[in-house]
């Protein structure tokens, strides 16, 4: 029964968002469409990892610095099958590594909140999170700076292969990528998950090549 109620709720949930998203819906565990105030992820629970996370950076909003952040990570409840923990982190040498920013929600305090559920973290090497992967979350905020208004899709290239931490078997991605795009550009970014001093336009790639990685088409 269990089972049963959580696939009924799974298809209502994306089917409710479907008109919304421009990404491929399934309807199964590996993508649960789940829906937050400041952005909406696709959740994998095979790999107890989001698939994607898609979010609005505006100009008007990094003007508004009123969230303060209290680095309160916590279960996602909204998860009908239940999100990683924070304990799977514990001793594996891995930063809980957000893919929606915490620096981009700064006009709301509820965004900022959110932005801790463990849903929207990914086990990423230290080195990676502070490094150039927070060089590539400046780097968009920039460019909304620029133009006013960007959106985001990101994720961990996800398979049954890789490496997993805690007991619910959080996936480490050895690959992550970044959609920046608005109506005049799209760039996009392919980056291992380890320490890089290169420049971000070493990580550019087309976004076919990006999509023959992840498995999908995205519909931008």
């Not at 109620?5 to 409710?16: A, D, M, Q």
């Not at 999100?83 to 006009?107: I, M, N, W």
Request: hydrophobic share 35%; aromatic share 12%.
């Amino acid at each position: 029964m269990k089972s049963l109620i959580t696939s009924v709720l799974l298809l209502c949930n994306t089917l409710c968002y479907s008109q919304m998203l421009d990404y491929p819906q399934l309807t199964d565990l590996t993508n649960q469409i789940i829906k937050h105030k400041g952005y909406v992820l696709s959740y994998n629970e095979t790999c107890e990892h989001a698939n994607w996370v898609k979010y609005m950076v505006t100009k008007a909003d990094l003007d508004t610095t009123i969230a303060k952040r209290k680095n309160n990570f916590k279960e996602d409840k909204d998860v009908p099958t239940g999100s990683a923990s924070l304990a799977d982190y514990k001793g594996s040498g891995y930063d809980r590594g957000h893919l929606a920013p915490a620096a981009t929600f700064v006009d709301d305090q509820g965004k900022m909140d959110e932005s801790f559920y463990m849903s929207n973290m990914s086990p990423q090497h230290p080195s990676f999170n502070r490094g150039i992967w927070k060089k590539l979350e400046n780097y968009e905020r920039k460019l909304a700076v620029e133009s006013d208004t960007v959106y985001v899709i990101t994720g961990g290239v996800l398979h049954e292969r890789l490496e997993t931490i805690g007991e619910n078997n959080v996936c480490v991605p050895e690959l992550y990528y970044k959609i920046i795009y608005n109506d005049t550009f799209i760039m996009c970014f392919i980056l291992k998950n380890e320490k890089s001093n290169d420049a971000l336009y070493m990580f550019k790639q087309p976004l076919e090549v990006l999509e023959n990685e992840v498995g999908w088409k995205f519909k931008l």
